[in-house]
Structures are given as structure tokens and as C-alpha cells.
């Protein structure tokens, strides 16, 4: 009897299963073994019994969710293959975040990816994404639809650094989520020659740190001490983005809040959340990069998950290629934000239950 790819991998209520190793990729519920593509809240929850991921997702789940976050932990070594009962698997960079990895299940011949979320664009703070050849790739849509283009992420850091040549007097606030976003913003400053201190609201910190202590050069990146808000006079401060808009943000000289998503590119929601200064930088692919990694994984079938599945579906159908939406449920395709501080965190994050902070 020939193998289908269901057998490789199905659907449960805790997300995506593979029967034949009898554990869940990124799942939703605790579960006796779950494959983590990376440390983002709706996709590494704590409460599972084995937890496979790559060393540095690992680190990041125990600095999140402290050193009991699982039962038993292994790490996954970048292109090590592991068989795990009648499959084999190895994970690949994905580019997204620090430690992020896309997943590879074999058998027979026969191989599915499921890429996590992802980008293309460069990133001095993680491995750049590496496309693997497939005849199943499980893609994210989370802007899988053809309006969305990320524009030159340099460009974005550039607009943040002419402000505040142009404004020097006013501190600028700029949200980011906590764990990727925020780190890749400071490097990109760094970059473009910002060697200033970098200030940075509490719930940054712990990760920041996590990042230093992983090799990224983040230069000086203090803490902001309540009571100097009121002497930041061109000062960068990094903060989650449920802080730009609340009285935490206004104890700042004038200042100017901006907001660093991909969703900056729609205007109605910068004006939705008070930005006055919208920084289009995403920590996922674009149309195009979604459209161009397909085709480069030549992969038969495609399966679309949280985002924008009917887009891309269709985008594929008129390629040829086979494709269908999982319609996976717990994961962050709308809103954007940190979960709030002393939340749960087998609880989905953001204002919005479903999400946030996925959609970088």
C-alpha cells in the first residue's frame, strides 16, 4: 500500500500530529512530545512532557517560561538527522527568530516540511532561512496576500534615525515584541552607525540579555529607571507594543511613538494605535518571498496554515501545485502584541486570544 501524507502528519485538536513518531509539531495543548519550530508563545507553550527543539528556542523557552517549562528537553542540532520511531527528522534554519528552525519529517521517500513561520529577508541576529526541497511544504500565510511587500528593512531603521536627528529634543518610543523584533531593531541601529545606549522597558530585558549571551552585539541597552523618563531627550526606547499608548509611555519627554510590524504597512492601523511614526519591518516573508519559497521547495502539495490561507491556495492552483488550508486554531494571524506581563504562558498571548505576537 503506497503512503499518503496524511500518514506522515494529520491534524488533532492539539495541531499538527505525526502518527508514525507519536509526537505534535508546535502544538497548542501540553502533549507527551512536541517539535517546537521556535520560542514565540503560540507556538512553544510550556506543560509538555518531551520537548524537542533547537539549543537556543530551549534557552528561550526557559528564560519565558522558567526552567520547568517541560518534564524532559533534547536538543536539536541544525541538519542532524533523528529518527523518532518509524520517521526520521531534522531541522533547518527558518530565519524568523533566534533558534528558529523549520521542521523535516521523512519516510520512505517521502518528505514534508513544516517551515513555522519564516522570512527571507536578511537578519543579523538569527541563520538566515535555507530552503529544503520537499514533496510537502506547510507554509505560513500570515501576509499572504499580493498588497503586502516589505520594503528595505535598513531603509525602515533609517526613517526611525532621521527622526530623531530631526527631533532631538523628544524621545522616540518604539514598539517591538519582546522576543526577535526588538533584538533585530537594536542590531539594525547598531548597523547603521546608533551608538548611543539603547533603552529598553523591563519586559525587554531578560531576553536581550538571553541574545547577548548568544553572541549578537547589541551594544549598551539600559533599563529604564522610572524616575530619568523625564530626561530621555533623544533617547531610542524599545518597549512592547501595549506600552507605546499607555501612561508608561507618556512620563517621556514629547514623545514619538512608533511601531516596527509588517501590518505598519496598512495605514489604517498605524492610525488605529496612535503611531505617529509606522516602521514597516516584519519578521515574515512577504507575498513575493511566500510565493518564490514554494517554488523553490518544487514541493507537489502545499499546505497553507494561520494567515491568509485562501490567497495563497488559490495563488497555487494556478501554478499547478496542490493545495489546501489546515485552518489550524491558537495560532496569530490578526492582531500584534506581547502577552501581558504575569500571564500565563500555556495561554495564547495578546489582547486578541487567539494570537499576537506571531505576527511580528
Same mark, same amino acid.
Not at 506581563?341 to 511580528?360: I, T, V
Given at each position: 500500500?503506497?503512503q499518503?501524507?496524511?500518514?506522515?502528519? $494529520?491534524?488533532? %485538536?492539539?495541531?499538527?500530529?505525526?502518527?508514525?513518531?507519536?509526537?505534535?509539531?508546535?502544538?497548542?495543548?501540553?502533549?507527551?512530545?512536541?517539535?517546537?519550530?521556535?520560542?514565540?508563545?503560540d507556538?512553544?507553550r510550556?506543560?509538555?512532557?518531551?520537548?524537542?527543539? $533547537?539549543?537556543?528556542?530551549l534557552?528561550?523557552?526557559?528564560?519565558?517560561?522558567?526552567?520547568?517549562?517541560?518534564?524532559?528537553?533534547? #536538543?536539536?542540532?541544525?541538519?542532524?538527522?533523528?529518527?523518532i520511531?518509524?520517521v526520521?527528522?531534522?531541522?533547518?534554519?527558518?530565519?524568523?527568530?533566534?533558534?528558529?528552525?523549520?521542521?523535516?519529517?521523512?519516510?520512505?521517500?517521502?518528505?514534508?516540511?513544516?517551515?513555522?513561520?519564516?522570512?527571507?529577508?536578511?537578519?543579523?541576529?538569527?541563520?538566515p532561512f #535555507?530552503?529544503v526541497?520537499?514533496?510537502?511544504?506547510?507554509?505560513e500565510?500570515?501576509?499572504?496576500?499580493?498588497?503586502?511587500?516589505?520594503?528595505?528593512?535598513?531603509?525602515?531603521?533609517?526613517?526611525?534615525?532621521?527622526?530623531?536627528?530631526l527631533?532631538?529634543? %523628544?524621545?522616540?518610543?518604539?514598539?517591538?515584541?519582546?522576543?526577535? &523584533?526588538?533584538?533585530?531593531?537594536?542590531a539594525?541601529?547598531?548597523?547603521?552607525? /546608533?551608538?548611543?545606549?539603547?533603552?529598553?522597558?523591563?519586559?525587554? #530585558? &531578560?531576553?536581550?540579555?538571553?541574545?547577548?549571551?548568544?553572541?549578537? !552585539?547589541?551594544? #549598551?541597552?539600559?533599563?529604564?529607571?522610572? =524616575?530619568?523618563?523625564?530626561?530621555?531627550?533623544?533617547?531610542?526606547?524599545?518597549?512592547?507594543?501595549?506600552?507605546?499608548?499607555?501612561? /508608561?509611555?507618556? &512620563?517621556?519627554?514629547?514623545?514619538?511613538?512608533?511601531?516596527?510590524? +509588517?501590518?505598519?504597512?496598512?495605514? =489604517?492601523?498605524?492610525?488605529?494605535?496612535?503611531?505617529?511614526?509606522?516602521?514597516?519591518?516584519?519578521?515574515?516573508?512577504?507575498?513575493?518571498?511566500?510565493?518564490?519559497?514554494?517554488?523553490?521547495?518544487?514541493?507537489?502539495?502545499?499546505?497553507?496554515?494561520?494567515?491568509?490561507?485562501?490567497?495563497?491556495?488559490? /495563488?497555487?492552483?494556478?501554478?499547478?501545485?496542490?493545495?489546501?488550508?489546515?485552518?489550524?486554531?491558537?495560532?496569530?494571524d490578526? +492582531?500584534?502584541?506581547? !502577552?501581558?506581563?504575569?500571564?500565563?504562558?500555556?495561554?495564547?498571548?495578546?489582547?486578541?486570544?487567539?494570537?499576537e505576537?506571531?505576527?511580528?
Amino acid at each position: 500500500m503506497s503512503q499518503s501524507a496524511s500518514d506522515l502528519l $494529520t491534524l488533532t %485538536r492539539e495541531g499538527l500530529y505525526c502518527p508514525l513518531g507519536r509526537f505534535h509539531v508546535d502544538p497548542t495543548r501540553p502533549v507527551e512530545r512536541a517539535l517546537i519550530t521556535h520560542g514565540h508563545a503560540d507556538h512553544a507553550r510550556a506543560g509538555h512532557g518531551q520537548v524537542l527543539a $533547537t539549543p537556543e528556542t530551549l534557552r528561550i523557552m526557559a528564560v519565558r517560561y522558567g526552567e520547568d517549562f517541560c518534564a524532559t528537553r533534547q #536538543e536539536a542540532r541544525l541538519g542532524e538527522r533523528m529518527r523518532i520511531g518509524d520517521v526520521t527528522v531534522f531541522f533547518a534554519p527558518a530565519g524568523h527568530v533566534l533558534g528558529s528552525a523549520q521542521i523535516a519529517i521523512e519516510r520512505a521517500g517521502q518528505r514534508i516540511v513544516v517551515s513555522g513561520d519564516y522570512k527571507r529577508a536578511a537578519d543579523p541576529t538569527c541563520l538566515p532561512f #535555507e530552503v529544503v526541497p520537499c514533496d510537502v511544504f506547510i507554509t505560513e500565510a500570515t501576509f499572504g496576500l499580493p498588497v503586502f511587500r516589505h520594503p528595505d528593512t535598513r531603509g525602515e531603521v533609517r526613517k526611525l534615525l532621521d527622526s530623531v536627528a530631526l527631533f532631538p529634543e %523628544r524621545a522616540h518610543i518604539v514598539g517591538a515584541y519582546a522576543l526577535g &523584533k526588538a533584538q533585530r531593531v537594536m542590531a539594525l541601529l547598531r548597523e547603521e552607525g /546608533w551608538d548611543r545606549p539603547i533603552h529598553l522597558h523591563g519586559a525587554m #530585558e &531578560k531576553l536581550t540579555e538571553l541574545y547577548k549571551r548568544e553572541g549578537v !552585539p547589541l551594544g #549598551e541597552t539600559p533599563k529604564v529607571v522610572a =524616575a530619568d523618563r523625564k530626561t530621555l531627550h533623544g533617547a531610542i526606547v524599545l518597549c512592547p507594543p501595549s506600552s507605546i499608548q499607555d501612561l /508608561w509611555s507618556r &512620563k517621556f519627554p514629547d514623545p514619538v511613538t512608533a511601531f516596527a510590524s +509588517g501590518w505598519m504597512r496598512v495605514r =489604517a492601523r498605524a492610525r488605529q494605535k496612535g503611531v505617529e511614526l509606522p516602521l514597516v519591518i516584519s519578521d515574515h516573508s512577504d507575498w513575493p518571498d511566500l510565493c518564490r519559497t514554494i517554488l523553490d521547495t518544487n514541493a507537489e502539495e502545499v499546505w497553507v496554515t494561520h494567515g491568509q490561507e485562501d490567497a495563497l491556495v488559490h /495563488w497555487c492552483g494556478t501554478r499547478g501545485i496542490r493545495a489546501k488550508p489546515l485552518h489550524l486554531l491558537g495560532y496569530g494571524d490578526d +492582531g500584534e502584541a506581547e !502577552p501581558d506581563p504575569g500571564q500565563d504562558p500555556g495561554q495564547d498571548p495578546g489582547q486578541d486570544p487567539r494570537m499576537e505576537e506571531a505576527s511580528a
